[in-house]
């Protein structure tokens, strides 16, 4: 059974740092692009950042860049994302997902992933 299992959210004050952990099950990760997104109460799913299978290439949304690092452990079949200086605004369902892709490059768009977590809520507040 093909699964993505997410997990490391909780609450946090702000500045804090979280690691969330997306760990696949039934399939190899090593030939699937990953991405990580998110969804705030009453706001479309967006997405986080992502990495291609080779792990050679990443992107993530302009408000995260410098704060959040995403990174994959093959060997453990198990991706990470590094949240750092976490605001308030942080505060969502943060989901991992999973697509067969050689592409030297990865899209955050949540349409284009095919295995998806059940997500892992992350709250940031004093």
């Known amino acids: 059974q093909v699964q993505l299992v997410e997990s490391g959210g909780g609450l946090v004050q702000p500045g804090g740092s979280l690691r969330l952990s997306c760990a696949a099950s039934?399939?190899?990760?090593?030939?699937?692009?990953i991405g990580w997104f998110r969804q705030a109460p009453g706001k479309e799913r967006e997405g986080v950042s992502c990495?291609?299978?080779?792990?050679?290439?990443?992107n993530y949304a302009n408000s995260k860049k410098g704060r959040f690092t995403i990174s994959r452990d093959n060997a453990k079949n198990t991706v990470y994302l590094q949240m750092n200086s976490l605001k308030p605004e942080d505060t969502a369902v943060y989901y991992c997902?999973?697509?067969?892709?050689?592409?030297?490059?990865?899209?955050?768009?949540?349409?284009?992933?095919?295995?998806w977590g059940q997500g892992t809520q992350v709250t940031v507040s004093s």
């Open positions: 990495m291609t299978s080779s792990g050679s290439s990443t």
């Open positions: 039934g399939f190899t990760l090593d030939y699937y692009a």
């Open positions: 997902a999973a697509v067969i892709s050689v592409r030297a490059m990865c899209f955050m768009i949540p349409g284009m992933y095919d295995y």
